[in-house]
């Protein structure tokens, strides 16, 4: 062993070492204090007006995931830079009426196959073009591409003709009537076309929203500066938006704890009891919700090709444990996929399958059954895999005896496509947000021609065509509604369990934030107040 | 020397053409494919078709083997086919972020293993030597995940003077990029530097028990000249040493801190690539590192020798 010299030098007396301690402190104190700081940087003070909205200053929004320029057209996990950059043709209000955006006016035909477009003027793009109706005809014909992968194809393939009348005055021509071709309006972006291919690979995206983009690092975020030729007056009164990609949940919670962003939709709904506390911020909810969490049935393996078998699954779930343990509180829990918003929705229809074990195992036995073993799969995320749980107690308390196979989002999404999913999977889906025929049109989970869960019914794709097709107002497309409704829970092919809340999670200071049915945030009145 | 480098490449570019093979092979056996990724839960199979024809992943697979190659031989490593943007941006821009990290966390390591060295080799009083213990100690024991969301509280929370997470590179706005880079640093160091520290208090320890340190304090030399004069250059030539296996930690511990502060490194980047399918980044970055690590081999055997002769006449 190696012994202190008894007589060591004590080369380091107290005296240096505070000394040391005390310049370091000092040079680094100078140094934080000599330059600007990147805590008040990152929340950049709007100047103050004499009332009213105050102009200037920059927002940073936190998101946990990038923007991902391939899926420019389609719905994606971070789809709020699209009303940023970009306009769309129309937007719906509370009730689901569409309002004017790019499209001042509309028409429909007598026979519901052609719809007359009257188009906003002065509109230019941040490049400096005006904005026409060919344009429109672009973004339609772009979105019918699958190589898009938009959600919507259907409803824009619908479209079948064009006639312009001038460069903003336009006719679609539809080969049915379709009713949800203002779903397509409020998806569907205005892009450029000369520059659409180097938009989907993130280089220039040329838009005739309120900011055009400045920057894209990958991984790091977005950076967007006010459209100083913005088609609205006086708007945008923001100067710029920063979107800041935080992945990590509690990173991302500090970000908006400290005030280094100012706006999030992307707080885990079990972490939002922790910012609903923190005095600076407001912690709101979308009657739209944030898509829905189902349990996926495959009905080609026996016995779940039995709907008393699915239905008996359907009663066994507790949603509103679920609701309360999984998703934080935030969303409803409930049986069919409609949110709040949704025209379709109907308190019986939420309420139609109960937490009801009792009842679960009557159906059970009723099929010949005492006890199943099955598989689940489900995404190996924290959320997805406490939904997982959530449903696999509830089941085993039926004597369904499900085991687990966890899975990367990935391989998941390949085996939900490809109709390769074991007995049963827990995942989410969207599009109930807006037109109820959209579901039924656009998510495949419940296309009517073909799906993950191997259902086919000629009922099932009746209905859905005739709700999708109908010109029917008023009390006969609510008649139309429920008959999708009662289909979906009849049949038990997709066990909805909750809508998940869309939670926007703001700065005091941030006044007029809103996103639209597919979560494009619009800051066009948005500012910061002093 | 020109024929032992010749004798040692066909080698190693060997290496990296079964490399290349394996990197390629294994993702096309992992399941999912960019196309699924893309594609997303609501599409239907002939949305991901178009996109699988429009990627060429319908090619036969040694002809999606050559297309990448042929790439890479003439310099282009092609788009991202999820993540976006061109794959050596990707990788330069994550490789750039990381290797900031890397020093700024060397930097820390060093200033903080240093100090706890010398101070737990030179203290007379028993306390600074049990609390500088104690702190390495605390700084070994403590994981990153956990350092990390505490340096966050305390500076970034309670404090509110250093930013949660993000990044600035240094190079575009030094005094902002600083601030984003402490935090990180400081946690992927912490680490290291109790490593480092230990180390050194050690090899102090022993470099002022030699004899002519104690010559030296018996000729009435300062004992702050001793230290730095005949002390400490006896005592740093192993930490230099481990210095060098540490920074291979710090580049790989990275990882984990790119997480917790948001950094936008190579790591990020990888788990991105790989979770998203993202086959051209995934492939370029494993065959960059194989290829780091073929360079280093070869410049180790040239190295060794040039100071050994025999070893060229083998």
Redesign the interface.
Known sequence: M????P??????SRR??LR?AGGGTLLLGL??TG?????E??AAPAVADAAGPRRGGTLTVAVNS??????LF???NQSLQQRLIYNTLTRYDDRLEPQPELATSWEYAADGRALTLKLRTGVVFHDGRPFTADDVIFAVKNLQ???R?A?L?ATAAAVTGFEKRGDHELVLKLAHPVNNLFDLFEFMIITDPGSVEEAV???RLNGTGPFSLTR?????GLGLKRHEKYWQPGRPYLDGVEI?????A???I??L????SQLSYSVPGRNLATVAGVPGLVVSEYATGGGASYLGVNTSIAPLDDKTVRQALAWAVDRERILKQVLGGYGLASATPWPKSSPAFTEAGRTHYRHDPGKARELLRSAGHTRLDLPLLHVNLPGETALAEAVQYDLQQIGVHVTLEP????????????QSMPALWA?????AQVQPSTLAV????F?AA?NTSRFRSEEYTRIVREAWTSRATGAGANALRQRVTDTLLDEAFIIDLAIRGSVQVASRKLRGATLNKFSYLNLDDAYLAG | MRGHLLRRLPSALLVLAAASVLAFGILRLVPGDPAAVLAGPDAGPEVQAAIRDRLGLDEPLPAQYLHWIGGLLTGDLGPSYVIGGETADLIADGLGATVELTLGALLFAVLIGGTLGVLGATARRPWIRGAVRSVTTAALAVPPYVSGVLLVLLFAVLLGVLPAGGRIPLLTAPDLGVQYLLLPALCLALPSAAVLGRYLEDSLRRALAEDHVRTATAAGIAPRRILWRHALPHALPPVVTLLGIQTGHLLGGAVLVEAIFAWPGLGQLAEQALVRRDYPVVQDLLLLLVAVFVLVQLLSDLVHAWLDPRIRWE
């Open positions: 190696t012994e202190l010299y007589s060591a030098p004590s080369a380091v240096t070492t040391a140094g934080l330059c600007r700081s990147a805590v940087e990152s990038d923007f991902t320029p391939s899926l389609a719905q994606s591409n699958p190589v992968a959600q194809r690979a993130g280089k894209w690092s990958p991984g790091t800041r990609v935080v992945p990590q509690d990173a991302l500090s970000s704890r400290t005030g280094q899975t990367d989002a990935a391989t998941a999404q390949k085996k939900l496509i490809s995942m989410g889906h969207s599009f656009s998510a495949y989970p296309n073909k």
